[in-house]
C-alpha cells in the first residue's frame, strides 16, 4: 500500500473478508437535507442554492468518521444557509462508489466530496467525465484538474495527548488499541510516545493491534490486555468507545478518539482526540462559490487550521501539565512545534530523521517503524 | 501467574457471547432446524437490550427483553420455515440481513448513549481464592448463566424425554409425527429457544462487554456461534469449550501483542476459522461419525402427511 491514508480501504477489505453477509447488507440510503427554506418569493432573481453532495463510507450514526464528516457537512449548512442544498449518501460500498458519485454528478451537485480512501480511482473517472464539476476526495492521494484531496493531522492530537499520558502515568506503561499497521497509525502511536517520552523519559508504549476499525467487544479485550499489562493510560486509533469505558472499569485512564467521548467515561476520559472537518468544507465551498476554487490540491489541515483539537481535559489532570499540554497545542497552532523533528530513533536503534529536521511531508507519508520506547515490531502482514 | 489468571479471566468473558449464541442455535438445530439469522437476533436484541436497560436502568430487564426480542424474530422465522416451508437457508439469511437493518433503524436514537461500565461480581470466599479466584470467581452473573444454561440443556438433551423427543424430531420426524406428537410446534418451540439464547448473547455484547449500541455491534459473532455448533458436533457442553476456545484464542493474541511477542496477529485471528475447517473436514472423512452426531434433518423441511 503507497498511500498513508487507506483506513478506510483496509476497512473494506476486512469486513468483507471476514463477514460478507453483515458487510453486504448495507444497502445505500439516500437522504435529501433541504436547506432552511428560502424565505418568501420575494427575491425571484436570488442566485440557484449551490448543491454539494456527500458520499459516505458509514452510517451517521457511527459516532465516529463518518459522524465527524457529517458534522462538517451540518457546519457548511450553518454557515450558508439557502445559498446551498446539500445532499448525502450513507453506507456507500467502494464497489457502488463510482455509480453513486456518477449519480450525484448527473442530479446537478456541483461540489462533491467522498468521504473515504477507497472511493479514490472511482471519484477520478468521474471526475473526467464532468470536467465542470469540483470533486473533493478525503485521505487519498490521486488529484486531477477539477479533483483535490484533503486529510486531518491527528499527530497533533496524538502528541498533546502523549504529554498528558506521560504525566499520568503511574507505572510508565500506556498502552495503544491499533487498528491496521499503515503509515496513519503509525505516526499517531509514534507521536503519542514521543509526546509522552517529552515529559517523562521512562515511559514505554506497549501496542496491540485488533485488524479492525470497529468491534467494540475486541477493542475491549485489547485494552483489558494492556491493563493486564500494567498499561495504565491507553488511547486507541479505532472508532468505537470501547477501551474508555474498559478503562473506566478499571479504574485506568484513556483518551476520545474522533469526536468528544467524555460522557462516556467520566472518569477514565482524560481529553478528546477530535477532528473538525467543518473548516475545509467551508473554505471548498466558498471558493467554489467566488470561483476561486482550484483543482489538482493536496490539503492537509491540523490543529493550526482548527481541523484537529484536543478538547475536554480532565480535572483530575495536574494544573502544571494541562498547561503543558495548552502550551503544546498553540506551539503546534503557531508553527513553531512539529511532533515529528529529530532526533527520531526507531526501536531497533536506527536513526530516521537526524537532530534539528522537520520531517517532510514525504516522511510523513511514509513511516512504518516504530518510534524507541515502542515495544515490539511492526506487523508486516507479510 | 496473576496475570495467567487474568488471561483465563477474559478469554471467560469474551466466549460468553459465543456460547449463549452457539447453545441457543445448538437447541434449534437438535430439532432440525438451522437458522442462519443468528446475527440478525443478536442484533436485534442488543439494541432491544439496550434500550430498555438505558430507560429503566434494570440490566435484568434489558436481557428479559433481549431474550423476548430474539424469540420473537425467531417465532417469525420459524412460521415462515415449519408452517410455510420456505427455504431454511434462504429464510435465515434473510433474518441475518433483516436483523441488522432493523436493528440500526430502531438504534438510530440510542447511538452515543451510555451505560455506566459493569462491575464483576465476586462469588464470596471462592474469589479470594489465588489464581482461580480472579480467573474463574470474579465475573458478570451472564458467564455464571451461560455455564448454568449449559449444564440445563446438556441435561434436557440427554436425561429427559422431552429431550429425547426433540433429538428424535431432528433425527427424523415422520416416526414422532405418527405417534401424535406435534412436530411443527415443537420444532417453532425450540427455534424460539434459540433466538431467546442468540438475544441474550446480543445483549451481553451490548451491556457487558461494550456497553453500548452502534450499528453492527456484535461484528460478525453471530456467524461464528454457528460455525460452532458445527464444532461442537452439536453438544453442549464442547460447544461452551469451544466458545471459551475461541474467545481464548482472541485474547492470548492481544495478550502476547501486549507482552512485545511477535507473531503475525492475522494469523491468531485466523485460527479459530482454521479449527473449525479441520474439525468439519475430520467429521466429514467418516460418515458414520457424521450420523452419529449430525441431526440427520438438519435443513430438511418437514411436510405432515406427505
Known sequence: ?382 | MNETALLFNTALASGTTLALAALGLLVNERAGVLNLGAEGMMLVAAVAGFAMAFTTGSDVLGFVTAALAGAALAALFGILVIFLNTNQYATGLALSLFGYGLSAFLGVSMVGRTLSARENYEIPVLADLPFVGPAFFSHHPMVYVAIGLTIAIAWFLYRTRAGLLLRAIGENPEPAHALGYPVRLIRLAAVCVGGALCGLAGAYVSLVTAPLWVEGLTAGRGWIALALTVFATWRPARALLGAYLFGGVTVLQMNLQAGGVQISSHLLTMLPYIATILVLALISRNVAFIRLNMPASLGKPFRPGS
Not at chain 1, 26 to 52: D, I, T
Not at chain 1, 338 to 367: C, H, M, Y
Request: with cysteine; aromatic share 10%.
Open chain 1, 1 to 382: 500500500m503507497n498511500s498513508s491514508n487507506s483506513r478506510k480501504m483496509n476497512r473494506r477489505l476486512f469486513a468483507v473478508a471476514g463477514l460478507a453477509a453483515t458487510a453486504l447488507v448495507v444497502g445505500c440510503g439516500k437522504k435529501e437535507e433541504p436547506a432552511p427554506a428560502a424565505k418568501a418569493a420575494s427575491a425571484p432573481a436570488k442566485p440557484e442554492p449551490l448543491k454539494a453532495a456527500w458520499v459516505y463510507i458509514g452510517p451517521v450514526g457511527d459516532a465516529g468518521w463518518t459522524f465527524a464528516h457529517d458534522q462538517g457537512r451540518k457546519a457548511v449548512e450553518a454557515e450558508f444557509g439557502d445559498k446551498v442544498k446539500t445532499t448525502f449518501v450513507e453506507k456507500v460500498p467502494y464497489s457502488d462508489g463510482e455509480r453513486v458519485i456518477r449519480d450525484l454528478a448527473s442530479q446537478g451537485n456541483k461540489v462533491i466530496f467522498a468521504t473515504s480512501f477507497g472511493y479514490m480511482d472511482a471519484m477520478l473517472k468521474v471526475a473526467g467525465e464532468f470536467p465542470d464539476i469540483k470533486f473533493e476526495h478525503a485521505t487519498g492521494y490521486k488529484t486531477a484538474p477539477n479533483m483535490n484531496v484533503y486529510d486531518s493531522r491527528f499527530y497533533h492530537d496524538a502528541y498533546v495527548s502523549g504529554i498528558i499520558a506521560g504525566a499520568m502515568t503511574k507505572t510508565n506503561t500506556l498502552g495503544f488499541v491499533a487498528s491496521f499497521p499503515i503509515p496513519e497509525v503509525l505516526r499517531n502511536i509514534n507521536a503519542f510516545t514521543l509526546g509522552a517520552q517529552s515529559v517523562n523519559p521512562k515511559v514505554r508504549t506497549r501496542v496491540v493491534w485488533v485488524n479492525t476499525w470497529f468491534d467494540p467487544e475486541k477493542e475491549g479485550a485489547a485494552a483489558q490486555e494492556l491493563i493486564n499489562k500494567r498499561a495504565d493510560v491507553l488511547l486507541q486509533n479505532t472508532d468505537s468507545t470501547a477501551v474508555l469505558q474498559t478503562a473506566e472499569k478499571n479504574g485506568k485512564y484513556a483518551f476520545g478518539w474522533d469526536s468528544d467521548m467524555s460522557a462516556f467515561a467520566p472518569k477514565a476520559h482524560l481529553a478528546s482526540n477530535i477532528v473538525d472537518w467543518g473548516p475545509y468544507y467551508k473554505k471548498s465551498i466558498k471558493e467554489a462559490m467566488d470561483g476561486s476554487w482550484k483543482g489538482g490540491q493536496r490539503t492537509i489541515w491540523g490543529k493550526p487550521e482548527g481541523t484537529n483539537d484536543v478538547i475536554k481535559m480532565n480535572e483530575v489532570i495536574p494544573e502544571a501539565t494541562r498547561k503543558k499540554a495548552q502550551e503544546a497545542l498553540d506551539a503546534i497552532k503557531g508553527g513553531t512545534l512539529d511532533p515529528f523533528t529529530g532526533p527520531i530513533v526507531d526501536n531497533a536503534g536506527k536513526e530516521r530523521l537526524p537532530k534539528g529536521e522537520k520531517a517532510s511531508q514525504d516522511w510523513k507519508d511514509k513511516v512504518d517503524f516504530y518510534v524507541k520506547g515502542v515495544e515490539g515490531k511492526v506487523p508486516t502482514g507479510k
